[in-house]
Structure formats: structure tokens, C-alpha cells
């Protein structure tokens, strides 16, 4: 995810960064968890990609505390992203970055239901095709959400126009829409709302929200940082050690600045 390829110099550029504690990274089970029936779940979040979430980290464990059951969904594996590993696009990628989400969510305590292997890139292909990989997703997706009381995605920008990012947004904003009032899930979309953002996400195109439509905040503690921090050592094939050393003291001090930030999408 390019955000984090900024994240040592965003922490250069917000003086000096908060000290966060660097935990073990938990280690995953041999194979990734498939939750195939959500109890009722509470919170809902979909998101593309392993490594989306940590946009709003600090957030899911906050609700956690709060005593949500929190559901992370990721549509596709990232089998087309080596990111740093040096590792082929594939099917070893897509196991390894599968491993990655499920540490992660270990590490924020939330439940990793898939991924749904829909193909990483593929979203926003011929979307208005009935087998398409966005058509796919939605049917796959009407379960998970019947029961949700909030749903996180990513907003209509996609971040910074990610098409994956944009078509998971899409598709969970339509099917969250058509629901009647009385089962509607409220629908969260993160919000960067702390401008002018670092010139590295400013470059790199990342959409900003006005801070008065961003009416949902999660201020958070040094115990919510250590995990975010946690979940970041998780994407080994992401990031080099030093970038992830730095993904969450550089966001808590020049992009979150003590609470994650939600806009309501409706």
C-alpha cells in the first residue's frame, strides 16, 4: 500500500515522534482462519487488501475495548503485491500476505473472516459483467453484513484512487443502501482530516475530508498504538524493517495526532 512506503519520512517530517512499544509479533496458526458464520456480528469491516487496515489501526482495538465483536474482511489476497519480499506474484505470495492479515488481526483482536481470493487488481474489471469479480464480492458480502451494526470501508477516493480500493467502497456502499431502515449498519468511511497532509501523501494523491463531515472519532492510547504497532511488524513482504519501525509513530504524529477519524457515509 503506498501510503507506507512514506511512512519513514512522514515520521521525519512530525518532531519528535511518540515512542511506541515493539512487541513480539504474534505468530499466526498454520493455515488462515475461515470464519463462515458471524455470531451476530457487531462491527464489519471490509477492506481490499491485508495491510488496508492499517490506515485506522489504532481504532479497532479502542472498539474492541469497548466490547465490539469486530469482523475484518479482505476481498482480495494481495497475491499481485510483493512489495519488498522479492517474492513472484502467486499463489506463495498470496499465502504469505494471508498469514500477514491474519497476524495482524490478532494483534488489533479482530476476527479475519477469508480473505474471499477474489484476485488482487481485478475489482474494477468489466464490473458490470455477472461473473465479475465486483459482482462476486457483492453476493459474497450480503451474509456478512445482514447482522452488522457498523461497517468501515474505504471511502468513494479509495485513499488515493486505488481501483481495488474504490470498488470495495463502491460495492459496500451500495449493498448498505439498499437496506431497510431498521437493519441499515451505520457506514464509516476513514477520514484524513489533519491538513496541509506530509508532502509524501500529499504527492502521492491521498483525498483529504473536512474535518466537519469526519463526526466520528476514536481518540486512542499508547495500549492501542503498541497494537497497531504489533499489526504493522505483521507485513513482513510489505515493508522493509525500518519502514515498519516507523508506519505508526509517523501516522500518530503527523496524520492521526491522538484519534482516528470516521466520516458517516449517509
Known sequence: MQIMLAAAMIAALAAPPP??????????????R??????????????????DELVFAPALPVMAREGLSIHLIFATDGDQGPGVSGMAPGADLAMKRRMEGFCSGMALRVDIVGPLALGDGTLGLRANDPQSAANRLAERLKPYLADAVTVITWGPDGGYGHADHRMVSAVVTQLVQAMPAEKRPRLLYPALINTPLPE???SQGWATTAPDL?????RYTAA????????????????????????????????????????LAF
Open 19 to 32: 515512542t511506541v512499544t515493539t512487541e513480539p509479533v504474534p505468530q499466526p496458526l498454520p493455515q488462515p
Open 224 to 263: 492501542d498504538l503498541a497494537a497497531a504497532n504489533k499489526a504493522a511488524q505483521c507485513h513482513r513482504t510489505q515493508f522493509d524493517d525500518a519502514t515498519r519501525a516507523m508506519i505508526v509513530p509517523g501516522f500518530d504524529a503527523a496524520v492521526w495526532k491522538g484519534e482516528v477519524a470516521f466520516r
Open 200 to 202: 509524501p501523501l500529499a
Open 214 to 218: 469526519a463526526t466520528v472519532r476514536y
Open 34 to 51: 475461515r470464519t463462515l458464520d458471524l455470531p451476530s456480528p457487531e462491527v464489519v469491516v471490509v477492506l481490499a487488501h491485508p495491510d
